[in-house]
């Protein structure tokens, strides 16, 4: 089954205590992002890369690292969480933008809150 | 900037039509999006215009006119199962997604 998962789905953790969530998806796909969405706001685009070892800051990159060492995995790193970092996120994955197929496979999310 | 403008809520009865409007300013265009999310869920893709005109897939139909930066979703035989946010959103000359902040849509027996 085409799928993209993401672990933990839900968090509770403390400022400054470093978390990282992963996200993985099965379809080839060489597009993945990272959002947080707030009420109000919509999604958000964190970070996204377009292929193994390339990655780019998206709208709201403060705070967050991610990598892409595989095709599969884009892991996404907060090294020092602090509440305004309470969100839920989504990771997604596409084939590459632009060619004609662009719809976005989301992971189930994780909600994280930081006290 | 970018903008994405769409209403925030609205109430319609089982059975029947809802239109979802979505106007954008952006930075070129590359296609808009149309996505459902249930409360609590990840977003589900709908439909997908790059081209002026109407799109129909069942109960569902999308249109856009990029002259006008405008688009609509259309729900027709509204089921109870449709309640949930409808988010649109479009695609620079980028190839970045620009999203709006979603429609709540909540259908009443």
């Known amino acids: 089954e085409a799928q993209v998962t993401q672990n933990p789905r839900y968090l509770i953790t403390v400022t400054g205590k470093k978390l990282t969530v992963t996200c993985s998806q099965n379809m080839n796909h060489e597009y993945m992002s990272w959002y947080r969405q707030d009420p109000g706001l919509g999604l958000r685009q964190i970070y996204y890369?377009?292929?193994?070892?390339?990655?780019d800051k998206g709208d709201v990159p403060e705070g967050y690292k991610v990598s892409r060492k595989e095709k599969r995995n884009f892991p996404l790193i907060l090294e020092s969480p602090s509440p305004n970092q309470t969100s839920l996120y989504f990771c997604a994955s596409s084939l590459p933008p632009g060619q004609g197929s662009d719809t976005q496979y989301f992971g189930p999310g994780t909600r994280l809150t930081v006290l | 900037g970018q903008n994405i403008d769409q209403p925030t809520e609205m109430t319609a009865t089982e059975g029947a039509i809802v239109q979802i409007n979505c106007t954008y300013q952006?930075?070129?265009?590359?296609?808009l999006f149309w996505y459902q999310q249930h409360a609590g869920e990840a977003p589900t893709f709908l439909s997908y215009n790059v081209l002026d005109g109407l799109e129909e897939k069942g109960r569902f139909s999308s249109f856009l006119s990029r002259s006008k930066g405008y688009s609509y979703l259309l729900l027709k035989e509204l089921q109870m199962k449709d309640s949930a946010s409808y988010l649109c959103a479009v695609m620079d000359s980028n190839y970045q997604l620009i999203w709006g902040a979603g429609t709540k849509l909540i259908i009443k027996p």
């Open positions: 952006t930075s070129g265009f590359n296609g």
């Open positions: 890369s377009m292929n193994v070892e390339v990655t």
